[in-house]
């Protein structure tokens, strides 16, 4: 093993030089327990997936360009919407949320490293197995899961051997999750600097705080879901079959109890980011600092109550039918507690428009305009002629990629400087939210219109009347897709021949990773730093 330094104080972690050391070569990612590593490592791993994801949607717009059957047969055809959707999900988003968190929240609250920092090495290597279990299972025999996503029976259990590599991705990815949120909980209660107190905290790590209790209470419910799943495919039980006396909207009850606070757990983060970003580039402090934790709890805490919106059309009894009508309108306040308290952190402030704020001030629009169609599905009657139609689709993706997503790229803009202390090409930057925010509008937005038209989703032919809307989004597709080749190449050139960044690139910035040096030094805080 050369790469282990064979001088005695760089055995113990010291240099010569005063400096942290490190295994170097592959040896360093695998046993790395330092967050820095482990974050880079989420990110990474997100993007990976975020682009499989993508080359299967890429599938998909391409064989809905025309009508007709084009490209992949109908089997096929399901298999990647199932995959699609899992992997964006479980794959790309909510382990680039962690990628974030790994990073920041230790810079932010003065910590060290995490609180369990083994655990925190385990949890990041359950990913890639799992990965690798959803992705392989399209070469097995009877091809990957194609009962969409949500994994509803009774498809799910006539499936073939597919089925059973997908429910075992989901435990292994799931598990990853609650190990990840119980060290996000712990270093954020117990690890923060003297004078941090919990209200003082940035709102990054509030959003984070609160999405890990979400995470440790929907994901054994999801396991709880998928197992049911499991024992109804090999050992003889009926949960969800009805020739057994089974109930398969029973599995739905159970799925959307974990599946509604799962949207929350992926774009809370983002609020988080975004929350960060704002107040830089408006050199203000946030608005109603206060207000904004508050809503985030609210917002979780509804999550919770709001699940069988998701089943309009099973036949819930009318009660239940207004009750979740009206606990789903309810969720809209504190979204719009937040929604406004941006805006006001924006009024009359020393505005610059940065690719960081281009992507928040692009996430506040489209979030925004994906927040209202939702209130339009929470109307049941309406709901009714617009469930499983484009227009879920066109909702669902403005929350996720215009939310979720549009806050990432914001964030990496924000905080590459600090990650890899190096500038990006700025007007490079800029090039890629303008295409970003035209293709993803080009694409989404007839989604809309071919929902209200009643086009269903997850079919790989449609009705002629339905053709040039999805040419245009199929376009619109492909355009947005490329354009994330241009992200990786601005990150890429950033790391490697960027500009210095100085500790402090954006002078509205004020939190505590800004007040290190840039790069971030490998163990950030060797001794808390006070805060005032």
Same mark, same amino acid.
């Given at each position: ?302 999550? =919770?109550? %709001?699940?069988?919106?998701? !089943?309009?059309?099973? *036949? /819930? ?8 009508? #009206? @606990? ?111 293709? =993803?509008? %080009?694409?989404?937005?007839? !989604?809309?219109?071919? *929902? /209200? ?8 032919? #449609? @009705? ?69």
């Amino acid at each position: 093993m050369s790469s282990i330094p064979h001088d005695h104080a760089a055995a113990h972690g010291e240099g010569p030089d005063g400096h942290a050391h490190h295994p170097t070569g592959i040896m360093r990612w695998i046993t790395t327990t330092n967050h820095k590593d482990i974050g880079t490592m989420y990110l990474w791993f997100s993007f990976t997936m975020f682009i499989v994801g993508g080359c299967m949607a890429l599938t998909i717009r391409a064989e809905l360009f025309q009508p007709g059957l084009q490209v992949v047969n109908p089997e096929f055809f399901n298999s990647m919407t199932t995959l699609h959707g899992l992997i964006m999900v479980f794959g790309a988003l909510m382990p680039g949320a962690v990628g974030f968190a790994n990073w920041m929240i230790p810079m932010q609250i003065g910590a060290p490293d995490m609180a369990f920092a083994r655990m925190n090495n385990w949890s990041f290597w359950l990913l890639p197995p799992a990965a690798i279990l959803l992705v392989g299972s399209l070469f097995v025999p009877g091809g990957a899961a194609a009962a969409g996503w949500t994994m509803y029976p009774p498809l799910t259990i006539q499936a073939g051997m597919g089925m059973d590599f997908t429910i075992f991705a989901v435990h292994i990815m799931g598990a990853s999750s609650i190990m990840g949120s119980i060290n996000i909980i712990t270093t954020i209660l117990n690890l923060r600097a003297p004078g941090m107190t919990l209200m003082k905290m940035p709102l990054f790590c509030w959003t984070w705080l609160i999405t890990a209790y979400l995470l440790i209470a929907v994901m054994p419910v999801l396991a709880g879901a998928v197992t049911m799943l499991l024992t109804d495919r090999h050992f003889g039980t009926t949960f969800f079959n009805a020739a057994g006396g089974g109930d398969p909207v029973l599995f739905q009850h159970v799925f959307w109890f974990f599946g509604h606070p799962e949207v929350y757990i992926i774009i809370l983060p983002a609020f988080g980011i975004v929350s960060e970003i704002i107040p830089t580039f408006s050199r203000k402090p946030l608005f109603g600092y206060a207000s904004m934790v508050y809503a985030v709890a609210a917002i979780a805490i509804l999550s =919770f109550i %709001v699940w069988a919106h998701h !089943m309009f059309t099973t *036949g /819930l009894p009318t009660a239940g039918i207004l009750f979740y009508m #009206y @606990a789903t309108m309810l969720i809209a306040i504190p979204t719009g507690v937040k929604v406004f308290n941006w805006l006001a952190t924006m009024w009359k402030g020393s505005l610059t428009f940065e690719a960081p704020m281009l992507f928040a001030i692009g996430f506040l629009f489209l979030f925004t305009l994906g927040g209202f169609t939702g209130l339009v599905c929470a109307i049941q009657p309406i709901d009714v002629q617009i469930q499983d139609t484009y227009y879920v689709v066109a909702h669902f993706h403005y929350v996720m990629v215009a939310g979720t997503l549009f806050a990432f790229f914001g964030g990496t803009y924000y905080w590459l400087p600090k990650w890899c202390g190096r500038m990006y090409d700025a007007k490079l930057a800029e090039a890629h939210f303008w295409l970003s925010f035209v293709f =993803f509008n %080009v694409t989404f937005f007839p !989604m809309h219109f071919l *929902g /209200l038209a009643g086009m269903p989703r997850r079919v790989p032919d #449609y @009705a002629q009347q339905f053709a040039d809307w999805n040419m245009v989004a199929s376009i619109g597709s492909f355009g947005f897709g490329f354009t994330q080749l241009l992200f990786f190449y601005i990150v890429v050139k950033a790391i490697r021949s960027g500009a210095k960044a100085p500790a402090k690139p954006w002078e509205g910035a004020t939190t505590l990773e800004w007040t290190v040096p840039s790069p971030a030094p490998y163990h950030t805080f060797e001794t808390p730093p006070f805060v005032k």
